[in-house]
Structure formats: structure tokens, C-alpha cells
């Protein structure tokens, strides 16, 4: 890796993927991982191949740089395999300010499909009804999310709980964890601060603008602002990153079969009850005869 991102969520992290993009830098962001390393980070986490292989997959596809899950959460794996890399620390002007961020970024994304496409979504997700990278990108994220964000959390988070009816209901399940993750995401910062020489890490808040960055980076200073993308209250953000992306459309196509298939069978089932009940069960009682009948012989 060349420059390792370890920034937690809701740190500027899609404003830092837009300016790496714009110095020229390659990123793997959610998206990129999805579409392209999503299979090998499963491999990893189900402890199938080393660190040195993902790095491998990140070069093969044309990748400089990581950024958010879950590359950001083994940025010290990374780091330590990557003898040469820089890393990049995004962060906010305060742990409060970094949890409220999240936390209204976490409301807002559960309530984004309403009731009940809130649980009807979960369901999709939780039953593999998604195109397959959207699938490993689901287990990776539940391990992210039971090992390294949430500390003794018993409730299903992502998926929900198909208990869970309402994105209501869920945010007033999850809401506590969530601003717990106060902890590590400080955490966090330590580590990066203790591990990291400071010839090769760039602490860096949004608001600093382009100048720390591309001093870091050796790279001139862009003629265009600073990008602000993916701030709370901006729902037309994730609808052109994620839904209108390859991997979001491929999703959707992928969820619209699976929606089609369900209701194909659900339609010949209900179809053919409805005809063996006009009938007086006719077929299924000349099976369960048949049936007996084999029964009898071989008992005999």
C-alpha cells in the first residue's frame, strides 16, 4: 500500500477519497472495495489468507489507497505489511462532534427506506436476496460491527433483526452503541499516534484544508475547494455514490430477481392449493396413497 487511510467513519472520509482521486491517487472506497476486494477482505477476515495477499488484490486492480470498511479498521495490518506507506488520519474537531455526526448519520440512513422498507430491506440483506458482492460486503461488515465497533452488543445491527418492525425501533435499540463507539474512536487516534512515526502520518481535519494534505502527499495545491461530499442531511449524496454506482444498481437488479422469483413460487403454491382444495385434495390424497402404499411394501 502507498497510503493507508485509518480514519473512522464520519471523519471526512468521502471528502478525503475525492481529494486523493483529485491529486491522482487511486482509492479503494466502499464502493471500489465492494466491487473489487470485498472477496479477498472475506478471505482474511475468515482467517484464509494473509494481509500480504489483500495488499496483492489492492496493486491487481490498480489501487494506491484504502478507505473505510474494513481497511480503515486494519490499517495496522496494513501498515506493517506496507514498509513505505503514509498514512492518512482523518478526524473532527472533537470526540462530540465526531459522535453527533455519526449518530445523526445513522438515524438518517436507517429511516431512509421508511416502514416498512426498512424491514423488508433487512430481510433482503439477511437472506442473501443481493448480488454476490453486496453479499461478502454484509459479512463483512456484521464482523466489523460485533468485533471492533460495538462492545458486548447481543442485537443484530446489519442486518436487523427480523424481529425489529421499525427503523424506529431499531434506532432506539442501536442508539446506545453507537455513541459508544466515543471509546474507539479515540481509541483509535491513540493507536495510530503510538504506532505511526510522524515523518509518515498526517493527522488531518477537513477544515485544514488542501495545504497539509498535499505538503504530505508532495503534490501542488489544487485550483478547486476543498469537496465537502457525504454530510449529514445530504440525502442526494449516498443516492448518486451508492444507489446510482455499478455495485448499487447490480444490487437492486440483483434484489428485483430474487423479489420476482419469491413471488413466482408464492403465486404456483397458493395456485395449487387453491385447486386441490376445488378439487377435495384429490392429488395430494392419491400421493400420501402412493406413499402408504411404498411404505407397506417395504415394511413387509
Known sequence: MEIICAGFPKTSSKSCSNCLWTLGIKVADYIETTEFLSSIWLEYLDGKCSIRKVIAEYRKNGFQANQDIPGNIYWEELYHASPNAKVILTVRDSTEVWSRSLTRFMEQETSRHGNPGFWLFNRFLSLGWTSPNMKNMVKISEFIMKNHFFRNCFIKTFPAD???????????????????????????????????????????????????????????????????????????????????????????????????????????????????????????????????????????
Not at 505511526?196 to 475547494?225: A, H, M, Q, S, Y
Not at 392449493?273 to 395430494?284: M, S
Request: aromatic share 14%; net charge positive.
Open 162 to 300: 427480523w424481529r425489529v418492525l421499525t427503523w424506529q425501533r431499531q434506532n432506539e435499540l442501536i442508539m446506545p452503541y453507537w455513541q459508544a463507539m466515543e471509546d474507539n474512536y479515540e481509541a483509535q487516534i491513540r493507536r495510530v499516534k503510538e504506532i505511526v512515526p510522524e515523518d509518515r502520518l498526517l493527522i488531518w481535519n477537513l477544515k485544514d484544508g488542501w495545504e497539509p494534505l498535499c505538503k504530505f502527499l508532495g503534490k501542488p495545491i489544487p485550483n478547486t475547494p476543498i469537496p465537502h461530499d457525504n454530510k449529514t442531511g445530504d440525502l442526494k449524496f449516498v443516492e448518486k455514490y451508492f444507489e446510482e454506482s455499478n455495485v448499487g444498481k447490480e444490487m437492486f437488479a440483483y434484489m428485483k430477481i430474487y423479489a420476482a422469483k419469491f413471488v413466482l413460487k408464492t403465486a404456483l403454491i397458493s395456485g395449487a392449493l387453491i385447486y386441490e382444495k376445488r378439487n377435495d385434495f384429490k392429488i395430494t390424497k392419491s400421493v400420501l396413497s402412493f406413499a402408504k402404499k411404498i411404505l407397506f411394501s417395504v415394511q413387509n
